[in-house]
């Protein structure tokens, strides 16, 4: 079957596990017309099903790319606790200044997190965009990081109703053949509470939506519903092992949709 997904025109539903781990980089809006402390919400989630959050440990590294200069943001981090529909987390909020016109790619490396059911580490290095302007200025640049996905579409204002592609990189090169997570934000964080707001739409039956990329790292989903979707290379990773345990090392991508008026 996997021969048959592995298109970037297909995507199926496959029998994982319902309750997909995702890196949440969050902000209502990623698109700003004037310059702006752009506040950030780091939370570490099951955000489809609004379901269990998980504590996050501080950082190894946060910061964000704007025309190939970096800035670290682990400055403005400040701990705080996220409520989601079952507990509550230990999560982080920070703060992005944007400035100038043009992509600003907001980049986190969470300290590995210990899953005790699975008995394994993750670690979702997580991408997200912000854009001032309009302008494209390299939302489709790699960065070098151990595992990336590099968006094929714009990722700030994709059109509900059409798709996104993305390639999937490994220590720089295209990775096939690697399962790709797909989840939406069915309750967005109520940037002042910093809890999760009202589900719009229910978790899907059957599992985890999966798409499998191609020969050349490459998977296309079609984006069904405006909003936050993000998606997750499980294990795309170089690093295998932590503390001596094994180490699913992740690629994350949020990107936002929009319906047109």
Same mark, same amino acid.
């Given at each position: 079957?996997?021969?048959?997904?592995?298109?970037?025109?297909?995507?199926?539903?496959?029998?994982?596990?319902?309750?997909?781990?995702?890196?949440?980089?969050?902000?209502?809006?990623?698109?700003?017309?004037?310059?702006?402390?752009?506040?950030?919400?780091?939370?570490?989630?099951?955000?489809?099903?609004?379901?269990?959050?998980?504590?996050?440990?501080?950082?190894?590294?946060?910061?964000?790319?704007?025309?190939?200069?970096?800035?670290? %943001?682990?400055?403005?981090? /400040? $701990?705080?606790?996220?409520?989601?529909? =079952?507990? @509550?987390?230990? &999560?982080? #909020?920070?703060?992005?200044?944007?400035?100038?016109?043009?992509?600003?790619?907001?980049?986190?490396?969470?300290?590995?997190?210990?899953?005790?059911?699975?008995?394994?580490?993750?670690?979702?290095?997580?991408?997200?965009?912000?854009?001032?302007?309009?302008?494209?200025?390299?939302?489709?640049?790699?960065?070098?990081?151990?595992?990336?996905?590099?968006?094929?579409?714009?990722?700030?204002?994709?059109?509900?109703?059409?798709?996104?592609?993305?390639? %999937?990189?490994?220590?720089? /090169? $295209?990775?096939?053949?690697?399962?790709? =997570?797909? @989840?939406?934000? &069915?309750? #967005?964080?109520?940037?002042?509470?910093?809890?999760?707001?009202?589900?719009?739409?229910?978790?899907?039956?059957?599992?985890?939506?999966?798409?499998?990329?191609?020969?050349?790292?490459?998977?296309?989903?079609?984006?069904?519903?405006?909003?936050?979707?993000?998606?997750?290379?499980?294990?795309?990773?170089?690093?295998?092992?932590?503390?001596?345990?094994?180490?699913?090392?992740?690629?994350?991508?949020?990107?936002?949709?929009?319906?047109?008026?």
């Amino acid at each position: 079957m996997k021969h048959l997904l592995a298109t970037a025109a297909m995507v199926a539903l496959l029998a994982a596990p319902a309750n997909a781990h995702f890196q949440l980089i969050y902000s209502p809006e990623p698109n700003l017309t004037d310059p702006a402390d752009l506040p950030l919400k780091l939370i570490f989630w099951h955000p489809m099903e609004n379901g269990h959050a998980m504590d996050m440990a501080a950082p190894v590294e946060f910061f964000s790319v704007f025309k190939g200069e970096k800035t670290d %943001l682990i400055p403005s981090l /400040k $701990p705080i606790t996220f409520k989601g529909a =079952e507990n @509550e987390a230990a &999560a982080y #909020e920070a703060t992005l200044p944007v400035k100038r016109n043009g992509d600003y790619v907001v980049v986190l490396v969470p300290a590995p997190y210990f899953e005790v059911a699975e008995d394994v580490y993750i670690q979702q290095i997580t991408k997200s965009f912000v854009n001032k302007g309009g302008l494209p200025t390299g939302w489709n640049e790699p960065l070098g990081l151990p595992t990336e996905i590099v968006p094929l579409n714009k990722p700030t204002n994709i059109v509900a109703g059409s798709s996104f592609s993305g390639r %999937l990189l490994s220590q720089g /090169k $295209p990775l096939a053949d690697a399962e790709i =997570e797909i @989840e939406y934000i &069915a309750a #967005e964080p109520d940037m002042t509470a910093n809890s999760a707001s009202t589900p719009t739409v229910s978790a899907m039956p059957g599992g985890a939506i999966v798409a499998i990329t191609d020969a050349d790292g490459v998977f296309t989903f079609g984006i069904p519903k405006a909003g936050h979707w993000g998606f997750a290379a499980l294990g795309s990773g170089p690093a295998k092992e932590h503390d001596g345990k094994e180490l699913s090392q992740d690629a994350v991508i949020w990107i936002r949709a929009y319906d047109l008026k």
